[in-house]
């Protein structure tokens, strides 16, 4: 083996211990992500829930006030369906 073989052997030695790390790396990201929709998720449906039961008595306030979340809401199911 030439000088030049081993050092094409070593890079290739090299990409092959990083390339697995990377897959791990977007497989966490991914992961994380799903999970931070669906808190921040869980967390609107809290408020939402608090919103109507305020305004329970009254539909009318209720609808002016809880539309945001449900607004949100749908935002937010759009996007993790992308």
Do not use: W
């Not at 697995?20 to 966490?28: K, Q, R, T």
């Not at 919103?51 to 199911?77: F, V």
């Amino acid at each position: 083996m030439n000088t030049r073989s081993i050092q094409t052997f070593v890079m290739l030695v090299a990409l092959g211990m990083t390339v697995p790390g990377c897959h791990y790396y977007e497989d966490f990201r991914i992961k994380a992500s799903t999970a931070d929709i669906k808190d921040e998720q869980a967390q609107l449906m809290r408020a939402y829930r608090e919103c109507l039961q305020k305004y329970e008595a009254d539909p009318p306030k209720a609808k002016e006030h809880c539309s945001p979340y449900t607004q949100s809401l749908r935002e937010i199911e759009i996007r993790s369906n992308r």
